[in-house]
C-alpha cells in the first residue's frame, strides 16, 4: 500500500478562490483525520470520519471550511473562500478503529499558500 | 478542554548524551498518549505508546499520572535521532477520536 496519498502537495492560491484538498486514505481503515499544521498553532485536528461519517468538525475554524469522504476511499477538504490566514500545511491521516492500537497513519500534507 | 505542552521548542545535545523530551497533558479523564516523530523528509509516523510500555529505538516514555507527564527518554543519542518529535493524546481508546498534539520539540544531535 502506498499510505495515505494527498493532493496537491503544494498550493499557491489568491485570496478569494476556492481552494480543495484530496485525501486517499489506507484501503480497510475506517476513519479519517484532517489536521492542521502552523507555526502559531501546531497541529489542530479539524474534522475526523467514522465509517464515512463526520463525528466531530468542532475543530473548522469556520463555515469556509467544509468536508466530505462520499466514500471509503476518498475524503475532500474545501476552502471557500480562501484567506491568506488559511495558509498552512494540511495533514490527511486514516487509522483502523476497532480494537488495540489504532495508529494514525498520516500523508505527506498539502502546503497552501493564499496571497 | 485537553492540552498537551511541549515546553522545548528546540533541543540540541552531543552523540552519546542522554535525551529527555518533555510532555505534560492536562485532561480530567484517563488519557492514551503517544509519541510521534516527523525525520526529515519523510511522514509523520508513531514512535511509541503508553499502553504498550514498549522500547522502540532505544526509546522508553512513563506515565506518570501525579506529575501528568509522559517525557520522552533515551539513555545515548544517536545522529539519526535528529528529527520532530510530538506528544500526542487520546481521550479515548486508540485515538479513536483523533489526538491533540503538542507543538513539537526539534531535536538536534551534535556530533
Known amino acids: 500500500d502506498a499510505g495515505v496519498i494527498q493532493s496537491p502537495r503544494h498550493e499557491v492560491t489568491e485570496m478569494g478562490q476556492e481552494v480543495t484538498l484530496r485525501c486517499k486514505p489506507i484501503?480497510?481503515?475506517?476513519?479519517l483525520f484532517w489536521y492542521r499544521q502552523t507555526m502559531m498553532r501546531g497541529l489542530e485536528l479539524l474534522i475526523y470520519?467514522?465509517?464515512?461519517?463526520?463525528?466531530?468538525d468542532s475543530g473548522m475554524p469556520e463555515d469556509r471550511f467544509s468536508a466530505k469522504m462520499p466514500n471509503a476511499s476518498f475524503s475532500t477538504l474545501k476552502i471557500q473562500p480562501s484567506e491568506p490566514r488559511d495558509s498552512a500545511v494540511y495533514f490527511c491521516?486514516?487509522?483502523?478503529?476497532?480494537?488495540?492500537?489504532?495508529?494514525?497513519?498520516f500523508g505527506e500534507g498539502s502546503r497552501l499558500t493564499v496571497l | 478542554a485537553q492540552r498537551v505542552t511541549q515546553p522545548e521548542k528546540l533541543l540540541s545535545v552531543f552523540k552519546g548524551a542522554p535525551v529527555e523530551l518533555k510532555c505534560n497533558y492536562s485532561?480530567?479523564?484517563?488519557?492514551?498518549l503517544f509519541w510521534y516523530v516527523q525525520y526529515s523528509r519523510q511522514r509523520l509516523q508513531l514512535l511509541l505508546r503508553?499502553?504498550s510500555r514498549e522500547s522502540i529505538k532505544g526509546f522508553t516514555a512513563d506515565l506518570n499520572k501525579g506529575e501528568t507527564s509522559f517525557h520522552l527518554k533515551k539513555p545515548f543519542a544517536q545522529e539519526e535521532d535528529s528529527a520532530m518529535y510530538y506528544c500526542?493524546?487520546?481521550?479515548?481508546?486508540?485515538?479513536?477520536?483523533?489526538?491533540?498534539f503538542g507543538k513539537g520539540t526539534h531535536l538536534i544531535i551534535q556530533p
Open positions: 491521516a486514516s487509522s483502523f478503529q476497532g480494537g488495540f492500537g489504532g495508529e494514525l497513519f
Open positions: 484501503s480497510g481503515h475506517n476513519s
Open positions: 470520519f467514522n465509517n464515512n461519517v463526520p463525528i466531530d
Open positions: 485532561y480530567s479523564g484517563s488519557p492514551e
Open positions: 503508553h499502553i
Open positions: 500526542a493524546l487520546s481521550r479515548m481508546g486508540g485515538g479513536a477520536d483523533g489526538l491533540t
